[in-house]
């Protein structure tokens, strides 16, 4: 049976300490030893190549855990504390030193994005719906029953706490700069918006460059603080000077990875899934959806330019990747039958087996299935034009009309209203736009 | 309304509409241009927008003031942009009747008109087109895009570009849980603000109290807009087009009822 592999990996900027995300659960490890720190899980015991696992200095409550596969994970600054966003919409606040759980939350909407503020004591986070919300940090320990999650739509939009800013599309990212002034956003319709924080309501610019959904952003390192790094389903990653909105690379990850070049918005293309940063050597790890390799760029805040340093194999899919507080690039994939889930490379991106051992050995859990770990996809659009659509069916119809017996009537009208849920697949767009 | 039917009314109008009646172009009517007054502004619309403004060659819709982005001059176009830029933007224009009326009264002033219905933006179109040819020198300000403003105003406009945008007789979506697809929220108000210069307008009109209420709530609560008192907008020649020229607002009057007007003005947030 497969072992389920990590969604996510984040590193505590004040501790030796990543944290892995798999399903509902979290692994804290060490990265100086590989040793599992806290589990929200128990520890299973599968073969263990000579291993013995260390006691876990931490395990939480079983009622703390999370009900639900952790979507998005943020560590504060200061490293006391990891917040996690989870598919059934609960966010919740972690102690990183008791790895107890100090509080709970039912958020509007599942969230695609979370943030701390340089001094903890808010969260930011962007949602599905495009809102973006500036909640303080110290919630209470229980879930609010103020909202039950199906009955959201129902309730007034004027009660509880409302949006700093909002995109009419899904929000994918969000960033905040290095001195909290202001927050950038990115969302599915392929805009990149810089505004002020808190007060979001002033929009500064926006980035627009990209040809396909915006997946991530993050502010560059460096002196300047003045660059930011942004990935798209259009296999580009690009740089922009944001407050001017303006670009000043645009990078092809096609041409990277030797690829030749695509259509605009083709189905499969290359999709930029997220990013790590290494802010000393100021590298920075571009994980492709899908894809057994990470693209590792270098920038130079001087020069304002990425270049490409090495393109890293991995043994499966990457899922998700960061680097640690020495510079060692933890990855995880979706592995092969019988390799590891996760494996660590040092600041040359030579592979570390040690540190790794602990993990794939004792980590993580064993499931029947694998559960789709791939999110992506429902951000590309499936639209088709509607000129074509009607230019298609009028051929149809001349042909049918011209006697051609293999020419399907052009549209089936509906018998009754209730026919309207049988999804019909050739036509979505149109229906949509008249019916809706 | 079932789509099928809808077609096959519009399919007879083309021919119509384009066969000359002593000299002059017959207006298109819009009996072939019916299509329900609701879009789903959440769903995913074929539109063509531009990557962003820099992007967008205006040169098809207003030929006299944007020369072509490829560089081929079509008949009747300009070589060069006259260096005007859109000004008003009319946010679910409809049929268009308050640009056709505008269009004279700030005759240098170019503006567009951004609907969602593909039939309406189609009318309106050909409306335009046919004014331009039978009132030679005039309407060349105005045109149409199918758009969905929601999503895309900051692919069309710069920063502060806009000075005036009207959203009159807006789809009021009166259930609760469809509140989100009004076209005036907070987080909303907020893009029409980066578009809007500061001391620009934003005209609202509904004959439908509740949501000119709700409208009057957001814009009241949020930091960038502040009413402009009815004693002001006396003077301003857009207001009582505002009232009449649409042709939803012509038919609240000829029902008999009431149109609650709201203006709102850009200002700059001041700490």
């Known amino acids: 049976m497969p072992i389920l592999p990590f969604s996510h990996i984040v590193h505590n900027p004040a501790k030796d300490v990543v944290v892995l995300s798999f399903g509902e659960h979290l692994q804290a490890v060490d990265t100086k030893s590989g040793v599992i720190l806290a589990s929200t899980i128990a520890l299973e015991e599968r073969e263990s190549n000579g291993l013995t696992a260390e006691p876990l200095t931490n395990t939480p409550n079983v009622d703390q855990e999370n009900k639900a596969r952790v979507s998005v994970m943020a560590c504060s600054k200061d490293g006391a504390y990891i917040a996690t966003a989870a598919d059934d919409k609960i966010m919740k606040i972690w102690d990183t030193a008791s790895w107890n759980c100090l509080g709970t939350r039912t958020l509007v909407r599942r969230s695609n994005a979370l943030e701390f503020n340089n001094d903890g004591s808010m969260v930011v986070t962007a949602d599905k719906f495009g809102d973006v919300y500036n909640m303080i940090r110290d919630i209470p320990d229980v879930v609010q029953p103020v909202k039950a999650a199906e009955n959201t739509e129902e309730a007034d939009e004027d009660e509880g706490e409302q949006p700093i800013l909002g995109h009419v599309s899904m929000a994918t990212d969000l960033a905040l700069t290095k001195d909290n002034k202001y927050i950038i956003t990115s969302d599915r319709d392929e805009h990149i918006r810089v505004s002020q924080y808190p007060k979001g309501h002033n929009i500064e610019t926006y980035c627009l460059g990209h040809t396909s959904f915006v997946t991530t952003i993050r502010v560059l390192p460096g002196a300047s603080q003045k660059y930011l790094i942004s990935g798209a389903g259009d296999a580009t990653v690009r740089v922009w000077e944001f407050m001017k909105g303006q670009e000043v690379q645009t990078f092809s990850l096609r041409d990277a990875l030797g690829m030749p070049p695509q259509e605009t918005d083709a189905e499969d293309d290359v999709t930029v899934h997220s990013f790590a940063i290494n802010e000393q050597k100021s590298h920075i790890a571009v994980v492709i959806e899908k894809m057994n390799k990470v693209v590792i760029l270098g920038w130079s805040d001087a020069a304002a330019k990425i270049e490409l340093v090495k393109i890293l194999e991995l043994e499966g899919q990457t899922l998700s990747v960061d680097y640690d507080r020495s510079g060692n690039l933890w990855t995880s994939v979706l592995p092969e039958e019988g390799k590891d889930i996760v494996a660590v490379f040092d600041s040359e991106y030579n592979r570390l087996e040690d540190l790794a051992k602990y993990v794939n050995t004792f980590g993580s859990k064993t499931v029947e299935t694998l559960p789709d770990l791939f999110h992506t996809e429902e951000l590309r659009k499936h639209t088709t034009d509607w000129r074509e659509l009607k230019k298609a069916r009028e051929e149809r119809d001349a042909a049918r009309l011209a006697g051609d017996p293999d020419a399907a009537p052009s549209k089936k009208r509906r018998k009754n209203k209730n026919s309207r849920k049988i999804p019909e697949p050739e036509k979505p767009e149109t229906a949509m736009e008249e019916e809706n | ?271």
């Open chain 2, 1 to 271: 309304m079932d789509p099928v039917a809808g077609e096959k009314r519009h399919a007879e109008s083309p021919e119509e509409t384009t066969t000359p009646e002593s000299g002059e172009i017959r207006l298109p009517q819009k009996k072939y241009f019916r299509q329900r007054a609701h879009a789903n502004v959440f769903s995913d619309h074929h539109l063509d927008y531009p990557v962003s403004p820099a992007h967008m060659d205006w040169s098809k819709n207003f030929p006299l003031h944007f020369a072509p982005k490829n560089g081929e001059v079509a008949e009747g176009a300009v070589a060069k942009d006259s260096g005007k830029r859109i000004e008003f933007a009319d946010i679910g224009c409809g049929y268009g009747g308050l640009l056709v009326a505008l269009s004279t009264v700030f005759p240098d002033t170019l503006m567009l008109g951004m609907e969602i219905r593909v039939k309406v933006e189609e009318y309106v179109n050909q409306k335009i087109l046919a004014l331009r040819q039978n009132h030679p020198g005039s309407y060349d300000n105005v045109s149409i895009l199918r758009m969905n403003a929601m999503k895309f105003l900051p692919n069309f406009f710069e920063k502060h570009q806009l000075s005036k945008m009207f959203f009159l007789f807006p789809d009021p979506h009166f259930k609760k849980r469809k509140h989100k697809a009004r076209i005036i929220t907070s987080t909303l108000l907020s893009e029409y603000a980066y578009v809007l210069r500061p001391g620009g307008i934003i005209y609202t009109i509904s004959d439908v109290k509740d949501l000119h209420l709700w409208m009057v709530k957001h814009l009241d609560a949020h930091p960038l807009f502040v009413r402009i008192p009815d004693e002001e907008l006396v003077d301003d020649p857009a207001v009582e087009h505002v009232r009449t020229a649409t042709e939803e607002g012509q038919k609240v009057e000829r029902n008999k009822g009431d149109k609650y007007l709201a203006c709102y003005r850009r200002i700059t947030d001041e700490d």
